[in-house]
T-cell receptor, first 113, second 113 residues
Framework: SQKIEQNSEALNIQEGKTATLTCNYT??????LQWYRQDPGRGPVFLLL?????KEKRKERLKVTFDTTLKQSLFHITASQPADSATYLC????????????FGRGTSLIVHP | KAGVTQTPRYLIKTRGQQVTLSCSPI?????VSWYQQTPGQGLQFLFE???????NKGNFPGRFSGRQFSNSRSEMNVSTLELGDSALYLC????????????FGQGTRLTVV
């Protein structure tokens, strides 16, 4: 069955640096991939969607890459700020043609001032 | 426009009881999905309703059920509560087409004692 892997260890970085989070998947060839941000006790908030024919997508300080050969997406936050501290989830549509997002467990990002 | 509204925000129930959670989607969204989030399992898909019909179902026991009304509002019911049902229950609404983002509510924190 399909599997989505995100680093379970928290990523600690210094303010101003670039944070890079990884999402790997197996047994699957998704047509697109999404990234969400989740703050404690709240629902996830959509950030970016990247399609299989797109190598890179940017939105303000965010950048997402999608390597369908490696089955990997990288999520970058440049010039990180303490307010960027949150858990970041990648999501893929469930296999079998469904568009229902299946989520990874997320990686916690902590940006230190 | 108003976001996804979930009620109640917090709930404490006793083992063996049943509980009903409510979700009002964004106006115009006909798809409502429910997720269970726990620290150990992450975000797990429960089921999706579209136009009052259950369209997709996750791998949860029959104690978990739901329904959707003609105004797209949805309810989720859990019967014979177990301690392991303690979790954050999230509702997401969407336009129900591929490539679209899911809009999440703030969730209902259910504690079973």
């Amino acid at each position: 069955s399909q599997k989505i892997e995100q680093n379970s260890e928290a990523l600690n970085i210094q303010e101003g640096k670039t944070a890079t989070l990884t999402c790997n998947y197996t047994n699957y060839s998704p047509a697109y991939l999404q990234w969400y941000r989740q703050d404690p006790g709240r629902g996830p908030v959509f950030l970016l969607l990247i399609r299989e024919n797109e190598k890179e997508k940017r939105k303000e300080r965010l950048k997402v890459t999608f390597d369908t050969t490696l089955k990997q997406s990288l999520f970058h936050i440049t010039a990180s700020q303490p307010a960027d501290s949150a858990t970041y989830l990648c999501a893929l549509p469930a296999s079998g043609g469904s568009y229902i997002p299946t989520f990874g467990r997320g990686t916690s990002l902590i940006v230190h001032p | 426009k108003a976001g996804v509204t979930q009620t109640p925000r917090y709930l404490i129930k006793t083992r063996g009881q049943q509980v009903t959670l409510s979700c009002s989607p964004i106006s115009g969204h006909r798809s409502v999905s429910w997720y269970q989030q726990t620290p150990g399992q992450g975000l797990q898909f429960l089921f999706e309703y579209f136009s009052e019909t259950q369209r997709n179902k996750g791998n949860f026991p029959g104690r978990f059920s739901g329904r959707q009304f003609s105004n797209s509002r949805s309810e989720m019911n859990v019967s014979t509560l177990e301690l392991g049902d303690s979790a954050l229950y999230l509702c997401a609404s969407s336009l129900a087409f591929a490539d679209t983002e899911a809009f999440f509510g703030q969730g209902t924190r259910l504690t079973v004692v």
